[in-house]
Structure formats: structure tokens, C-alpha cells
């Protein structure tokens, strides 16, 4: 059901799900839901992207998301010049004394070099990708650009939703546009409150916030400086942590040329306030020169997560519903990872193949996700804090210089957590969902910094190159795939499936490696490219398997 007031202009389509919210987790959300069929209205009270930058990196399992979508290009190339060293540096000052490099390949290298990489860094062959750095306003400009010609998708750019009520057979909403104060009531199956930190959405339904709450204090300086890129010549990176006095935060590059931001932290014993915020950046540089500042934004490093991630009908997703600490990178990437898991679902429920209980199960997959990842950044930001008893003697000329830079050198290679969380963004796994039937095999432990590729129930699906520009992860999205390692007859799934009219295909793999990874000679995936069973042979009950993945 669905319908828009009579005296509303033309639209495209109506829709059937109301967006609220076009930042990145909005903007994908669309993109996911129109490619699958799925009619949308997104409505931001912003008509132009924010220019302040936000989040940066786009991590490993969003980029597969991008993929299937047909955007992972796209994306790397809104990001810094392929060919740019991802490498994050510590320093005295930006141009002063090196301490420690986390050595981070660029995507023109991790294309040449996928092989030789792969055995220096195992976790580069659990993926097509590894790192991206792409800021969010960039990113958002090429979501805007994907989504206007699209018929499926409208764009109401400069409206905000003012209030919403569920009803038994949907939501109905008003919305209303800034400039002129025009109201419009607006009907649709679903409302998805993707509309930030101050969610309406949220407030409305009354969802409160838990967690630690506010962890410390932070001046975001954007800023054009012409020299430095060239200053830091062919070694460059893309982030910098300056460690001198008064200079604690991180550096790091928007476009790979004139554009930074300076995230100065401040610590609990340092005034949160800056005078002269031209002349805090050229400190923390290391050197008087040419600067201009952009924009200034205060902003609160927190952790929290909302109690709910909903109702029946409305749904809270990214910043509406976790608060996160930016050191890992986790925040936009884990709403992305919402967006993906509600997306599916609301399209099965839709097409009327999916149970009552599928989209109930998105809180209990997706809200352990988001109280791990939050714990995670505030466990980065807390750990980023201890280096501050080290710091005495790390500018001196001498030996003694010397020796407090090595000290310090020493204790940071296990901040690489922070940089490449690859078993943050790949091991996460909904285990206990009502959606997965389990298979009894013990829980892999989930480090942030390893990932150990498994086909364990509830897990991602592992990638394994298929042919040169083909993945595993590129047969996944378009309903359920029942993979098929050996000769097993797989025709009773396939009957049962129709039957219920769930879009299930059964695809026979020959690959050895492929075998090796997933166990087990049959693999039931979902659409959103997690297993959802599996076993050695068909089972005699094959209904009550599709019951439990759909949701019924």
C-alpha cells in the first residue's frame, strides 16, 4: 500500500518505502532498495551536501556492497588518486620526525600486486578489496548523481519529515519543505530513519540512547594548503597522528592533493576551545606555511546505541540509532552494513515472499553489531590516549630524543586495529538469529585486526576467485543461492523453493578452493551474501530450513 495527496507533483514512482535521511546510509539504503525492485522517496532537510568532511574510509565489506550495486569504481573513484599510498604515519609534527608507518598499499598496487601482497598481508586475499579512502561528501555527490535518473527513486531535497504514525497496513507521514512551508502527506509500507544523530525518527518513537556517552571533546578544521602535499613528496600518506604538545589528533588528506582536515583532540586536562585555529593547524604541520582554513566544526566523540532499532514499520538505521568515535572508521561502514541486512528484507516482504518474522530479526542481527563496533572505536580512542605517557623527549635533537622515539615506535604496531579493522568489517557473524540455521561448529573468536575466512552459518560468504574478474561475492544478491560443491541433487530444494515462491538458484561450483573454504558440500546464501545453512547433504526437512531463513 502506498499512496501520495492528490494536489503532490508528478512522481515517478510511488513509493514504498520513505527514506528519511540523504547522508551516506540514506543515499545507499535507496540505491540497494530501488536495484532491487523496490520504489523510494528520500527526503533531507539539506539541499546541498555538507561540505565539512565526516567519515573517510570506506571499509572492506561496505566496498562488496558497492560491488554488487555496480559502484565499487564509483566510489574508489570520488576517493584520492588510485595510485596514492594509503599509509597512516605517526609523527613528531607533520613535517618533522617520522615515529612508526603503517605501510597500507594504494588501489593501483593492490590491482598489480594482488598475489605478492596477499602473502605479506593474508587478509588482502579474503577480498577484492582492502582499503578505500573516500571521504563522505564526495561519496554522497556520487550517490546523488546515481539516484536522480533513477525511476524508482525520488529525491526530495530541502524536505524534512515532520511526524509519522504506523497503521495497520503501513506509515503515514507528513513531510515538509523549508522554503516554502508547503505540507505533504505521504503514505508507504515502510519508514527508514536514516536521519543522523538527532534522529527524528528516533525522538518520536521514544527510542533512548545507552552506552558510555560522551568520551571527550574535538575541533574538526577543514583546510586548503597548496604546499604540503608537495612537502611530504613521494612518501606521502593519507593520515598523520602528530603527537608533539598541543598538537594531539590526526591529519588526513580529502582529495589526495590541496584539501585536509585536522581532528584536534582534546584531553581531559586541555580547554576544548581554539583562538587561533590557523595557527593550531600550522603547529601540528610542523611549519609556517600557506593555510586556509575552510570550515570549524566541534563535535563530541560518543558511544551509544539506541535501546531499539524500531517497530513493525519504522526502522532506525547509522547514526540514528549507534554513536560512534571515528578512530577505526567503524560508524558509516556499520550503517552500511544496516542498510544492506534491512534492504533484503523489506524487498522479501514486499514481493510477499518473505515471513512475519524477517524483518523483526533485524534488531537482533543488527544491534550486537552496533554495541561491538562502538565498543571497538571507544576502545581505539581509549588505547590512542595511552601514548600520551610517552610522549616526553620525542622532539629532542639528541639521543636521548632518540631513544624516546624508538620507545614510543614500539608500542604502536597494534594500533593497525585502528587503520585495517579487516576482522571488524569481515568477521562479524549473526549468531543466535532466528533467520540462520546453526550447524553446531564452534565459534571462530572475532579479532579486529584477523579474519579468518569460514562459511560458518550466520557468517559472511567467503570470496574466492572464480575466474579473473569474477568472485563469489558476485553470484549473491538476487534472491537466495544454494551452492553446490559436489553432485548432490539439489532439485527437491529447488521444488520446495518455488513452492513458496522465494527466488532461490542452485549453482554448481568446481572450484577446489572454494570447497576448501565453505566445508561442506552444499551452502545456502542469502541475498545479502550471508549463509544461512549448511550441510553435506539434502535434508529431509527441507521446508521447515526455508521457513526459517525466510522468516516464516
Known amino acids: 500500500m502506498a499512496s501520495v495527496m492528490p494536489d503532490s507533483p508528478a512522481r515517478k514512482r510511488i513509493p514504498q518505502v520513505l527514506i528519511a535521511g540523504a547522508g551516506p546510509i540514506g543515499l545507499f539504503f535507496a540505491a540497494d532498495l ?3 525492485g523496490v520504489a523510494v522517496l528520500v527526503v533531507d532537510p539539506q539541499v546541498d551536501v555538507v561540505a565539512h568532511p565526516r567519515a573517510i574510509s570506506i571499509g572492506v565489506r561496505s566496498m562488496e556492497h558497492f560491488r554488487r550495486l555496480g559502484l565499487d569504481q564509483k566510489v574508489i573513484d570520488a576517493g584520492v588518486p588510485r595510485d596514492q599510498a594509503l599509509d597512516v604515519v605517526y609523527v613528531t609534527r607533520m613535517l618533522s620526525r617520522e615515529i612508526f608507518r603503517f605501510r597500507i598499499p594504494s588501489i593501483e598496487d593492490l590491482g598489480k600486486r594482488h598475489a605478492e601482497l596477499a602473502q605479506a598481508i593474508p587478509e588482502v586475499a579474503a577480498s577484492p578489496y582492502y582499503k578505500t579512502w573516500t571521504a563522505q561528501a564526495p561519496l554522497e555527490r556520487m550517490l546523488r548523481s546515481h539516484l536522480q535518473d533513477n525511476e524508482l527513486v525520488e529525491l526530495r531535497l530541502g524536505w524534512r519529515l515532520d511526524s509519522f504514525r504506523e497503521t495497520a497496513e503501513g506509515m503515514e507521514a507528513v513531510i515538509v519543505e523549508n522554503a516554502s512551508g508547503r505540507r505533504e502527506a505521504v503514505t508507504a509500507d515502510y519508514l527508514a530513519g536514516c536521519d543522523g544523530a538527532r534522529s527524528t525518527v528516533r525522538t518520536q518513537l521514544g527510542i533512548p540512547l545507552e552506552g558510555r556517552g560522551t568520551l571527550g571533546s574535538a575541533l574538526g578544521l577543514y583546510f586548503r594548503a597548496p604546499q604540503l602535499r608537495v612537502l611530504l613528496g613521494r612518501g606521502a600518506g593519507v593520515m598523520y597522528w602528530p603527537l608533539a604538545p598541543g598538537c594531539g589528533g590526526t591529519i588526513y588528506t580529502i582529495d589526495g592533493g590541496d584539501e585536509w582536515v585536522f581532528n584536534r583532540y582534546f584531553a581531559a586536562d586541555e580547554t576544548p576551545s581554539v583562538a587561533d585555529p590557523v595557527g593550531v593547524i600550522k603547529a601540528a604541520i610542523g611549519r609556517d606555511i600557506d593555510v586556509e582554513l575552510i570550515s570549524a566544526l566541534d563535535w563530541q566523540p560518543r558511544q ?6 524500531g517497530t513493525d514499520r519504522v526502522f532506525l538505521a547509522g547514526d540514528a540509532c549507534h554513536l560512534f568515535v571515528p578512530t577505526g572508521g567503524l560508524g558509516m ?32 542481527e543488527r544491534r550486537p553489531q552496533g554495541l561491538h563496533n562502538t565498543l571497538e572505536a571507544a576502545d581505539n580512542y581509549a588505547r590512542s590516549g595511552d601514548i600520551s605517557t610517552a610522549l616526553a623527549d620525542i622532539e629532542d635533537e639528541s639521543s636521548k630524543g632518540d631513544a624516546a622515539r624508538a620507545s614510543l615506535a614500539a608500542r604502536l604496531p597494534p594500533k593497525i586495529k585502528h587503520f585495517a579493522p579487516i576482522g571488524v568489517h569481515l568477521g562479524y557473524r549473526y549468531e543466535g538469529s532466528p533467520l540462520i540455521v546453526a550447524d553446531r561448529t564452534a565459534q571462530p573468536p572475532l579479532e579486529p585486526a584477523n579474519y579468518v575466512p569460514t562459511a560458518r552459518p550466520g557468517h559472511r560468504a567467503p570470496h574466492v576467485w572464480l575466474d579473473e574478474n569474477i568472485s563469489t561475492l558476485d553470484l549473491f544478491g538476487r534472491g537466495f543461492v544454494l551452492l553446490n560443491f559436489g553432485d548432490a ?3 527437491a530444494f529447488e521444488r520446495a523453493a518455488r513452492d513458496r515462491g522465494m527466488p532461490l538458484r542452485a549453482i554448481g561450483l568446481h572450484s577446489r578452493e572454494a570447497a576448501q573454504l565453505y566445508e561442506s558440500r552444499l551452502a545456502l546464501v542469502r541475498p545479502d551474501g550471508h549463509v544461512a545453512w549448511r550441510a553435506d547433504e539434502c535434508p529431509l526437512n527441507i521446508g521447515r530450513i526455508l521457513d526459517t531463513v525466510c522468516g516464516d
Do not use: F, P, Q
Not at 304 to 309: G, I, T
Not at 351 to 356: A, L, N, Q, R
Open 333 to 364: 561502514n556499520t550503517g552500511i552494513g544496516d542498510a544492506a541486512d534491512l534492504a533484503w528484507k523489506m524487498e522479501a516482504r514486499l514481493k510477499g515472499w518473505g515471513g512475519e518474522n524477517l524483518l523483526r530479526s533485524y534488531e537482533k
Open 304 to 309: 551509544l546505541v539506541a535501546s531499539s532499532y
Open 34 to 36: 530501488a536495484w532491487r
Open 489 to 491: 541433487d539439489t532439485s
